[in-house]
Every structure is written in C-alpha cells, then in structure tokens.
C-alpha cells in the first residue's frame, strides 16, 4: 500500500492558476501509474488526468486538455498537476490515486472501480 497526501489547492479567481502536489511514502511509488481526479459537491467522481509509471504517456479527459498538466518526480515520489486557465466548474474536492497494478497505464487509471490507493484530497475553489 502507498499513502498519498494531497497539496496546493486553495481559492482562485476564474482565469488564474494553481498547482497540486501528490506526496507518496509506502511502497515503490516509481513502479506504478498515477492518477488525479476531482468530485464537485453533489457529483460522482470523476477522472482527470493519469500519468504512466515512468511519467512518459499521459492521459487527459477532455474538458482539461490544454489547462491542466501532469507530471511525476520520482525521485521525489511526487505527482504534480498544474491548473492553468481555471473555471468555476473545475470547482471540486481534487484527490490522487496511485495504481494497484504494477506498469499500469494512464488509461487504466480512468477505470474507477480498479484497485488503488487514494489520497485524502484536497479542495480547489474558482470563483467567477
């Protein structure tokens, strides 16, 4: 198992920018893809983005593609995501997850109900 804990979200004006960390300590977070995804008050959850283990494919769905950007360090076991040119429906409750599965692909992550570890999150807010 891995923890995760989530970072660097706050309020932020429609337009504006901000970027999360992923910290993760347990096991061998290099070998495993990783996941961000988000839940608005009253929605399910939902994927956004995954990144493969060595941080060389990405996966986007398609309300972020061009806004938001993945990254992983894993030397530093961190998973980044920067947040360009917010809206207010990207207003949510931002979680990461990293994959059960060993080698795992960023599109595999979009599979909610497959096995992975999960941050506490952390809550991102756009006003208009």
């Known amino acids: 198992q891995v923890q995760l804990v989530e970072s660097g979200g706050g309020l932020v004006q429609a337009g504006g920018s901000l970027r999360l960390s992923c910290a993760a300590s347990?096991?061998?977070?290099?070998?495993?893809?990783v996941g961000w995804f988000r839940q608005a008050p009253g929605k399910e959850r939902e994927f956004v983005v995954g990144?493969?283990?060595?941080?060389?494919?990405?996966y986007y769905r398609d309300s972020v593609k061009g806004r938001f950007t993945i990254s992983r360090d894993n030397a530093k076991n961190t998973v980044y995501l920067q947040m360009n040119s917010l809206k207010p429906e990207d207003t949510a409750v931002y979680y990461c997850?990293?994959?059960?599965?060993?080698?795992?692909?960023?599109?595999?992550?979009?599979?909610?109900?497959?096995?992975?570890?999960w941050g506490q999150g952390t809550q991102v807010t756009v006003s208009s």
């Open positions: 347990g096991r061998t977070f290099s070998n495993y893809a």
């Open positions: 990144i493969s283990w060595r941080g060389d494919s990405t």
């Open positions: 997850a990293a994959d059960r599965s060993l080698f795992g692909t960023p599109q595999a992550m979009e599979v909610l109900n497959l096995p992975k570890d």
